[in-house]
């Protein structure tokens, strides 16, 4: 069943080629098609396109098939197009011709740009909350090993000291900044298309602020054509700050499949975090870390993808837009995916201690030396000299004693000021009134 | 059940994460799995590691397992980690402990390599039978509407003369070039990784040539080391090919969905290849050509997404590198797929006659008048400038007549000269002495 | 002269080739390292590492050399490494010994990473500024051509009635986004990295919270090692932000192109606007948004090359980073230089009355007509048929009236509530008070 | 001076923005542009369209002008547009008039669409020589020494022996494979585009063929559609082949950067090759082989960024094209720089030896073990439960020698064969016949 079916039959290899992984990407999209034709169809009788009545029956039945989609009852049909043409399908089977009703005022690009959008609003709130488990951990690793001295490299060179307080907390503040843009993402996706049709609006006295407050949007997409071209665009923009927090991740796993190499020795795991290998009996490997790496580059490549799908076209649909859901949906699932297991796995890290006192880590104290030349009154520029002759000589003795205390240093990690910096970017998620209007159109 | 099962088990939050996709893609790879170990057994006989008798009863169980997944019998059981893995299952299931020997002296590093290049080279074989067949087809419509003119523009300006002659034998000859790279990636490719381990080799006398020779290999990858670099590198390499193909397929969609479009209108299809619109009744889109054109923008993203993957990464294997599977894997259907629907639509093109007669298109003709004047004596710079007040002036008249003689013009296309092209390019593939040698594998 | 040398000689190959174009962006860094130098002097005086006298001289010697740059005065010599090098050469020549001490609590990472910062916030403030010009232009075409209808398209098909007034709108409308984009890399920007030395703090008793008030920072990168992993995520997030107000720009020159194409014909442009061909005569071709387009797509290819340079790379600094600023810093001029270019441009746009009154277009009102018969009670699936009938059997007669009235829509733009919106997000920058702190440090 | 000027002036903002980099651009494309008027000119001069006087007039001041290039004696000029442009205007203020003759025939087109497969074929043969180079100091190393073991990793934990000669002898092997791209590309380009003026040819009895041989490409881009269709596509196809050489450099670099750190410790390099740190005087970094991979990965994301801007744009020339110049052409100088300086780096590394005395490495040798049991009739499944037993009980001893007798390994490089085969692939290279061409045009 099409919603757009003329008298002549499409052929069935252009059917096939053209529905492609529609449909199975529509079950992702399939609750957030029901709440948006909730609010759709209040605003309808709002303006008379609708009797109450009609309303009335429908809303029943459209919270009905939301509860029934939230328990996974609800399937795509093999020959019904799309989430939209089911949904349809669902109630002019169950209510007749008044089914067909919801469309009005409606064409099929508002209504997936809404269903996008409504579905955007909720894995970012999936995503944030994991952000912030993993944030916690890190914060908590911080705090237990704040101690606990490794080296700090530059160049993958030993450099100067570092600490695992210093490390995991760093990743922690990383993920700050990932969320400012996740936040940036979540309000270009929180503005409603809904009432521009096919992307230049329609001649029905549609009420599209009401729509806009029905489903807790902070805004319209007010201009027609510009709602229209949020698609891709939105992705897009999403698509960037998941690859931040991608970026994140695959740098924390890089560094952790480096650390528990034989050849670093700074941390491990217990065995069941890690696997084998089919012809090396000594094997434990951190597939884990390599997976999240890989899945990370996997998302990071992921807004290029949709640059490529999309630029150089004119305004205005085009189909090729619908082929950004197959990689972009799943992308959620993938990062969220990542950011628990990281979670799951860094809990149970084990840390190595005592690192430092191998001795060929004792170059790492060199600055402490030379700073100390110049705290006494020599220029930094002599003070490197003294210590480079030294190193060179074989005179260089090492304190093994690091005195940092400014901001942020070893000795001073401030991780209350990253912490107070994380919820600032937290409150500024709207999820509770966003979360407050869906829960009034469903039980309303 | 996993090759590498220690004491220990694997917590099943990491086991989930790590498996992903792999069974749903090693069923792409399952046939390939079974050939390489015909060859990988035949070889170990022969260097007195199986008894001949073992050989022959693993060789015929694998050969009967290879019939099965031609027939579509053949699943990754839950629990299962890989292909490699359910075949040995099978074989032990059927005969014993024997089963297990399939694996001496290899890893499975070298066994999904090798599973990597033999389906790359099946696939790469489909894809040229499909590009000829899609060839073939341009090239008969660019003979049949030789004498039918279109503008031909620049800067999406009209330029000069052009026709349907040239633009179908252009996309013909396109393919060609395609076809080259994808030559090169083929030859990567045919190279025997086999006896490479997890990329050091190993200290059982492996024959490395005489599998070499049964698989229909071009050379070994001689070097180890090397030959587990070819991980990674070889699915780039070939997604690049890939994707400059798709590059064509893609053009030729973007002019396809300009050249239908009201505006030009210069050709159409028959209503069963066009979609429709959910609110608007006059719409016949071009869906098919809007969704080859994205997909061959997705296979051109593949390459960087493979690079960012693989990038940074030092020598030896990472986990990593199986991730490039969930992508790659698809491409070549999805590449296929584009060719098929390409050929199978743009055969039934309507093509509209006599569109130069427009009076829009006249200023087309411009340099041909300059031309003339040139053919007279005047200097091209001097006869630009008087056709160009001409225009300004709006004295020019247009000849409507087009004279190109000259190789690859309007008037002398030189499809034969592109068709031997295309040819030796063809030839330049050992399809043949490759299914040969596969052939007496699977039936000595 | 390197502040690193050791009592060797680089190779010249070496050095030739590790310098690379480093002076030649470092100039772009110069005024900004000069700033950051005041601060950190100023911080050293505070905490007794240099007398109040010291800082004088060298305080005063830097205004004037911020001067001496800001009038062009200002060279990296052939054989001085950097912008850091050179500016402490100034000073030493000036000075004397106490020039070095800049450098002191100090490495070049944590330098140029706050050069880089304050970089980005200058270049973030002039790219806002001319996005609003050209937002203000566009928004002014929109009013004055609001009752000009053009087709709207969808799949390159006539779709319904649209309006030069919507196309106008919707691009302004799609710099609002950007613009939050762009707010959140300022926020990411605006944290100050100085004090993390070279990536793990430093012995010396910094007060890194004193040079985050006077450089007008709004907070501290804390975590010295997450400081360090500033270099690179930056640029990133800050390419990101910059592709979305290049994929705004290369959109609107794609419809450009197409419109001025003779075959839409909907807007022309001044001569000395566009460009002619060297063969064809009546050629006027619209290269500068062909420009826009190409050098949108470019920067939108930026966020990649940096990912690709810094994905699977460990913590801590890498040569590596300092390539990301060849492509990188020009990406502002380049930018910057398209909004210029598109507002001087754009603003002189001639748009054609009457567009519609071509038969061709008389289809655009199917969905005006299946609506009129809803609004009479139709269901639209039915009006939708009998529309689709009519325009089969030639019968369909447009109504050529265009009647929409919903926020958005032609006929109720809001472009008052588009405006309103750019003011919010403009207020978000708080570019003066950072330009405060600034005016402070250079004139106290 | 314009090509194509008419009787308004443009407007100097748009000049500016237009012109860009193509001066500076296209100094690279100089003496191709003037080889390839030379050949133009002798064939206009057959076909009657130029006088034999003039020819030869005209031929020797372009010989001229060639030899004046070669000996950097050639600007153009503030004010003239491009190379072509400044050949004409040279021509005229030499020999008045008949020096506009040049360009009878041709468009700017063609013109560049030559230039650059001429400076295409030109440079591919620098990089040839200088992989060859590179390839030829790898094997060398690789004998030298073949018998230094180093532990061979994968997922970056230690895994098997491997020796040096592996090492080097693999990065040389992928040479070959990244050579058999590079040739596809040169044979890409290989292909004459001249005639195909604008992209739709000529009304000229222009002799297509005989520029071919004249020039010395293998075939002509046959149809003229599909020449101009070269532009943007050669430059693609000839960057991945680039990319793939990048890739080896990169991972090479890689490899490098993690064996020269502390933690590792396989090789180091003499001091005047290492580069030093602003604040750590201990150090020596590597920071050639960083900046190695770093622009590696620059050349990497170049076949992404020419896809961007060419991606979805319809058959014909656009403006667009010409920006890929800007990042195709240095590309050239940064690949052949950094073959250079890493054959000029490694081939005075310094080799560590007994490397795998340390206790660290004894379980590289667990397969060894478990083979030696499956050889005396363990089957390997149960050998390698042995030796995980062994191991996890600290029963394990490990054997420290390594008998490995296969094609390619450690024992057996076979270093010859990959030599045979660089040849092979070096001989596929038609540098000699396409050298004598274009000495016979300069010489004649």
Same mark, same amino acid.
């Given at each position: 069943?099409?919603?757009?079916?003329?008298?002549?039959?499409?052929?069935?290899?252009?059917?096939?080629?053209?529905?492609?992984?529609?449909?199975?990407?529509?079950?992702?999209?399939?609750?957030?098609?029901? +709440?948006?034709?909730?609010?759709?169809?209040?605003?309808?009788?709002?303006?008379?396109?609708?009797?109450?009545?009609?309303?009335?029956?429908?809303?029943?039945?459209?919270?009905?098939?939301?509860?029934?989609?939230?328990?996974?009852?609800?399937? +795509?049909?093999?020959?019904?197009?799309?989430?939209?043409?089911?949904?349809?399908?669902?109630?002019?089977?169950?209510?007749?011709?008044?089914?067909?009703?919801?469309?009005?005022?409606?064409?099929?690009?508002?209504?997936?740009?809404?269903?996008?959008?409504?579905?955007?609003?909720?894995?970012?709130?999936?995503?944030?909350?994991?952000?912030?488990?993993?944030?916690?951990?890190?914060? $908590?690793?911080?705090?237990?090993?704040?101690?606990?001295?490794?080296?700090?490299?530059?160049?993958?060179?030993?450099?100067?000291?570092?600490?695992?307080?210093?490390?995991?907390?760093?990743?922690?503040?990383?993920?700050?900044?990932?969320?400012?843009?996740?936040?940036? !993402?979540?309000?270009?996706?929180?503005?409603?298309?809904?009432?521009?049709?096919?992307?230049?609006?329609?001649?029905?006295?549609?009420?599209?602020?009401?729509?806009?407050?029905?489903?807790?949007?902070?805004?319209?997409?007010?201009?027609?054509?510009?709602?229209?071209?949020?698609?891709?665009?939105?992705?897009?923009?999403?698509? $960037?700050?998941?690859?931040?927090?991608?970026?994140?991740?695959?740098?924390?796993?890089?560094?952790?499949?480096?650390?528990?190499?034989?050849?670093?020795?700074?941390?491990?795991?217990?065995?069941?975090?890690?696997?084998?290998?089919?012809?090396?009996?000594?094997?434990?490997?951190?597939?884990?870390?390599?997976?999240?790496?890989?899945?990370?580059?996997?998302?990071?490549?992921?807004?290029?993808?949709?640059?490529?799908?999309?630029?150089?076209?004119?305004?205005?649909?085009?189909?090729?837009?619908?082929?950004?859901?197959?990689?972009?949906?799943?992308?959620?699932?993938?990062?969220?995916?990542?950011?628990?297991?990281?979670?799951?796995?860094?809990?149970?890290?084990?840390?190595?201690?005592?690192?430092?006192?191998?001795?060929?880590?004792?170059?790492?104290?060199?600055?402490?030396? !030379?700073?100390?030349?110049?705290?006494?009154?020599?220029?930094?520029?002599?003070?490197?000299?003294?210590? !480079?002759?030294?190193?060179?000589?074989?005179?260089?003795?090492?304190?093994?004693?690091?005195?940092?205390?400014?901001?942020?240093?070893?000795?001073?990690?401030?991780?209350?000021?990253?912490?107070?910096?994380?919820?600032?970017?937290?409150?500024?998620?709207?999820?509770?009134?966003?979360?407050?209007?869906?829960?009034?159109?469903?039980?309303?």
């Amino acid at each position: 069943m099409k919603l757009w079916q003329k008298g002549f039959e499409v052929s069935k290899e252009i059917e096939k080629f053209t529905i492609g992984k529609d449909r199975e990407m529509d079950i992702f999209l399939a609750p957030h098609d029901v +709440i948006g034709s909730i609010a759709h169809i209040t605003m309808l009788q709002s303006i008379g396109l609708l009797a109450a009545e009609e309303l009335s029956t429908l809303k029943k039945a459209l919270i009905d098939l939301y509860h029934q989609i939230e328990q996974g009852n609800f399937v +795509i049909e093999e020959g019904v197009e799309d989430v939209h043409s089911q949904v349809e399908l669902h109630l002019t089977r169950k209510l007749g011709e008044v089914g067909k009703k919801i469309h009005s005022g409606r064409s099929r690009n508002d209504q997936v740009l809404l269903d996008l959008k409504l579905f955007i609003r909720k894995e970012i709130e999936n995503t944030v909350y994991l952000v912030k488990n993993l944030f916690d951990t890190l914060i $908590q690793l911080s705090e237990t090993y704040k101690n606990v001295l490794i080296p700090g490299y530059t160049h993958y060179q030993i450099a100067m000291p570092s600490s695992f307080g210093l490390w995991f907390g760093a990743y922690a503040e990383s993920l700050i900044d990932d969320l400012i843009t996740l936040q940036a !993402a979540y309000r270009v996706a929180n503005k409603n298309p809904l009432g521009s049709a096919a992307g230049y609006g329609s001649s029905f006295p549609l009420n599209r602020t009401m729509t806009t407050q029905l489903l807790g949007f902070e805004q319209l997409n007010v201009n027609v054509v510009y709602a229209q071209m949020g698609r891709g665009k939105t992705e897009r923009i999403v698509a $960037q700050a998941m690859s931040n927090i991608a970026a994140t991740l695959g740098k924390l796993a890089q560094d952790v499949c480096l650390y528990i190499s034989q050849n670093f020795g700074f941390i491990s795991f217990p065995d069941e975090l890690t696997t084998g290998s089919s012809i090396m009996p000594h094997k434990k490997n951190p597939d884990v870390f390599e997976l999240v790496r890989a899945k990370a580059n996997k998302i990071m490549a992921l807004p290029n993808e949709i640059t490529l799908i999309t630029t150089n076209l004119a305004s205005g649909y085009h189909r090729d837009l619908q082929l950004i859901k197959e990689n972009f949906i799943p992308a959620f699932t993938e990062l969220n995916a990542c950011l628990n297991i990281t979670n799951y796995a860094i809990s149970q890290i084990i840390v190595k201690e005592g690192i430092l006192e191998d001795k060929r880590y004792e170059h790492l104290f060199s600055v402490e030396v !030379a700073n100390e030349l110049v705290l006494k009154g020599t220029s930094f520029r002599d003070a490197y000299r003294i210590v !480079a002759e030294q190193i060179q000589n074989g005179t260089f003795v090492a304190p093994r004693e690091v005195k940092h205390t400014h901001e942020g240093s070893i000795g001073n990690l401030k991780n209350e000021v990253i912490q107070s910096e994380m919820q600032k970017v937290l409150n500024t998620f709207p999820f509770e009134q966003v979360n407050k209007a869906i829960h009034q159109l469903l039980n309303n």
